[in-house]
């Protein structure tokens, strides 16, 4: 199956029956409807098709297809005519039930048994982690598994996070291999659907100018950040609590992103010779302790505060649902190395946290600085600009928001003097292409009705995601949790994991140096 980053988005071809378990929940109203829509908009979906949402609340065909509009109406990211509004959810059906009695897979099954349900089943697990396995279980014990080789197909996506920690990531693939084969499970990381984050791949290897500099000879650091504005949002801190920052985003999107911008070249784009590399680099892939585990981790959890408009934040602590003594994180930074000849010795930072400055998610390659000083760099901020030592080149993939690939260099500054200031080359998604970028379960639902499954992660890879995290795990007692003030960039003492490194957190630098408004006399420069 070809890479589904470049093949055409084409019409799913198989009659589906997608049957959404958790369709009360937030995932499926404000993601998972709004995507299948979009779908159905671009007159991708299959004919027929039919999506049955399951869940416990008393809600009918009616209440559900209501509810589902209004999610239509408030997260589509497409203008919508409400006549196809309607259409659209004229498909859809409800199902109430509860995953851990058997009684409600039989009832499901004499449903799905009608002549209108098409044959081929996709079950999305959009539900809370510790009910995976029962579901599966269930769902095979109901005879609803069909074997890979009958002629319809069964397909189940799981959610994540995909286990606890290692041992249990372990014992979920095993029990879910149990009742499915390996084809028919899509473990979804909806970071791998973004279209900036499949550009990684393209970026790296459509262009032969950057791959001779990315590696240890040229790059002096990587930083990989995820921040977020939000704190606990409604309903999820009895989840959030048990999870935190490191399993939350840190064992699956952040090394996903690591993977990209670090993994070797495939031989081809199949699905398998994608992941095959992805499993080499994190096997490569190290907490970098030099003393003890604090040089290479920090956790925090954020304090209460006000926010700009003076509001009051409620700290972690605080929010609904969080234990108040709990020792959960809400931020996490990690110092990696990769223990590979391409990357050794280059240190590898990663960053993500709820309630910082900014919504961001991005990749920084820093290179060496050039090895004469020759000229001076000048850097201004607010309209006061400083002479400084020559800045090192930065590539930075900005996933979201402001969507691009950036170059900072040094470009000679007009003035009598030779002196230097950090240009941006940038491509933005928005000033080359005016229209909104597919939501990432747009395209991977599609992938999952066409059974490409070069997007999901791989059991493998999932142990070896857990095999980087493992360590801090084990190690929770050393690495207390610091407070920090909402609305800023997390963790101060994150900023030790930079011992030795030419740089630090990059914090938005990038947008007020290119974005100033330079007052220094170009006459004294
Ligand atoms: N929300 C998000 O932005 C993201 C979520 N995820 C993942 O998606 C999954 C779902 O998350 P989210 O939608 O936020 O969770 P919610 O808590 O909002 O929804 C959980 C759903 O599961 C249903 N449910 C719970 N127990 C049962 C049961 N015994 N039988 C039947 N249905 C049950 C609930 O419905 P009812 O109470 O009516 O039974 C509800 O519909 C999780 O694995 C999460 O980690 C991943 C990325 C982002
Ligand atoms: O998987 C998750 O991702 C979201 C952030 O996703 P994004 O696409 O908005 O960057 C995060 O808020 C959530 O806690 C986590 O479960």
């Given at each position: 199956m070809l890479f589904s980053g470049f093949s055409e988005q084409i019409r799913a071809h198989d009659p589906a029956t997608i049957v959404i378990f958790g369709a009360s929940g937030d995932l499926t109203h404000r993601k998972l409807i709004p995507a299948l829509f979009v779908a159905y908009m671009q007159d991708l979906l299959p004919e027929p098709f039919r999506i049955v949402g399951f869940a416990r609340r008393d809600y009918d065909d009616e209440i559900f297809r209501d509810m589902m509009e209004d999610s239509i109406r408030n997260f589509t990211r497409l203008p919508a005519a409400e006549e196809t509004i309607r259409r659209f959810v004229e498909h859809l059906y409800y199902h109430k039930g509860d995953l851990s009695s058997p009684d409600s897979y039989a009832a499901l099954k004499d449903r799905l048994a009608?002549?209108?349900?098409?044959?081929?089943h996709l079950f999305y697990l959009s539900i809370i982690p510790d009910l995976f396995h029962t579901t599966v279980h269930n769902l095979q014990k109901a005879g609803m598994i069909r074997d890979p080789e009958e002629e319809h197909w069964t397909r189940v996506v799981i959610e994540k996070p995909f286990g606890k920690d290692l041992e249990s990531a372990i014992a979920l693939n095993k029990e879910l291999l149990e009742h499915l084969d390996?084809?028919?499970?899509y473990r979804i990381d909806h970071y791998l659907g973004k279209e900036t984050v499949q550009n990684i791949l393209s970026f790296r290897f459509a262009n032969a100018i950057f791959e001779p500099v990315f590696n240890r000879s040229y790059v002096d650091h990587i930083q990989i950040t995820a921040s977020e504005t939000v704190g606990m949002e409604k309903g999820r801190g009895g989840y959030y609590d048990e999870y935190g920052a490191l399993r939350d985003m840190v064992t699956n999107h952040l090394l996903q992103l690591l993977c990209l911008v670090t993994m070797e070249a495939p031989g081809d784009l199949s699905a398998e010779s994608i992941r095959n590399e992805k499993v080499k680099l994190l096997n490569a892939t190290k907490l970098d302790i030099r003393e003890d585990i604090t040089d290479a981790v920090c956790r925090g959890q954020y304090a209460e505060g006000v926010d700009s408009d003076g509001n009051k934040i409620k700290g972690y602590l605080q929010e609904?649902?969080?234990?108040?003594?709990s020792d959960t994180d809400s931020f996490a930074a990690l110092r990696l190395s990769i223990n590979n000849w391409r990357w050794a010795g280059v240190p590898i930072l990663l960053r993500t946290g709820k309630r910082m400055a900014r919504k961001t998610t991005e990749i920084a390659v820093q290179f060496k600085v050039p090895?004469?000083?020759?000229f001076q760099q000048v850097e201004c901020e607010d309209d006061v600009c400083d002479i400084t030592r020559i800045k090192p080149n930065t590539l930075i993939f900005r996933i979201q928001p402001d969507e691009g690939i950036f170059l900072k260099v040094g470009t000679k500054r007009p003035g009598m003097r030779f002196v230097v200031e950090d240009v941006d080359m940038d491509f933005s998604y928005s000033g080359k292409w005016n229209q909104s970028l597919p939501e990432a379960y747009e395209r991977l639902l599609l992938d999952t009705l066409h059974g490409d499954s070069t997007l999901f992660t791989r059991s493998d890879e999932v142990a070896a995601e857990w095999r980087v995290v493992q360590p801090i795990l084990d190690n929770l007692e050393l690495l207390k949790p610091f407070a920090y003030p909402p609305g800023e960039w997390g963790v101060k003492e994150s900023d030790e994991l930079f011992l030795g490194v030419e740089g630090f957190w990059r914090n938005g630098r990038m947008e007020k140096v290119s974005g100033s408004n330079v007052a220094l006399d170009s006459a004294n420069l």
């Open positions: 009608g002549a209108a349900y098409p044959e081929n390996e084809t028919q499970i609904d649902r969080i234990d108040p003594q090895p004469l000083q020759l």
